[in-house]
């Protein structure tokens, strides 16, 4: 009965040790509501009509930078209930932006938001069936030099079609629908916020914080 006694309670001490260090080092940073505002207020939009397909098989063999990613940040006690939040990623030369870009799609994680960007930017596309896109990006961002090379990216955290009514980018024609791309973009942008940005750029954007 006592090794199980120890047993039980070094299990239990392990677990609420693991639990302590996650809370301490794992867990997303707080973000306000205004700073949310802010971050959507400074941003900016451009038409995108061309998003190139960058594949492991094309020749000569890409950059291993661009491309598909899926990033993974380990959290717990998160709002999402859950160990991880995913991104699903692609990073490209914008010729629109004259820089690297990197999509992010996470809150509409599952529903293959890549496969969508990469058949809306096919450059051979027939335009009368497939619209261009307007992609959103932060213009603080986009002004600080050390954003948009193939190591750090421009991150575009919103996304739609520029034309919903001939195609949407989205199930149901959500891509017509203003206060459902506003929850997405706002979601989208919060847990960008809270998971993904680098610590020192967070501070440029919000001192105060």
Known sequence: ???????????????????IISFIFLRPRKVTTNEVE??????????IKNVPPIISFDIPTPDVRLGRETINKLTYFSNRNMSYCKADTYTYFSKELNKYIQTYYIDEIGSNMTSTILEFGDKDKDRTIWPDMYFYYNKSHNADPTYGTIDKPLPILHFRSAHP????????????????????????VKLYLEYFIEKEDFKK???DS
Do not use: H
């Open 165 to 188: 009514a001939l195609r949407s980018m989205r199930q149901n024609n959500k891509d017509s629908d203003s206060v459902y791309l506003k929850e997405r973009y706002t979601e989208n």
């Open 1 to 19: 009965m006592r090794r199980i006694g120890y047993f039980l309670g070094a299990t239990l001490g392990a677990a609420i040790l693991f639990l």
């Open 205 to 207: 954007l919000f001192p």
């Open 38 to 47: 802010v971050f959507i207020k400074t941003s900016d939009f451009l038409l």
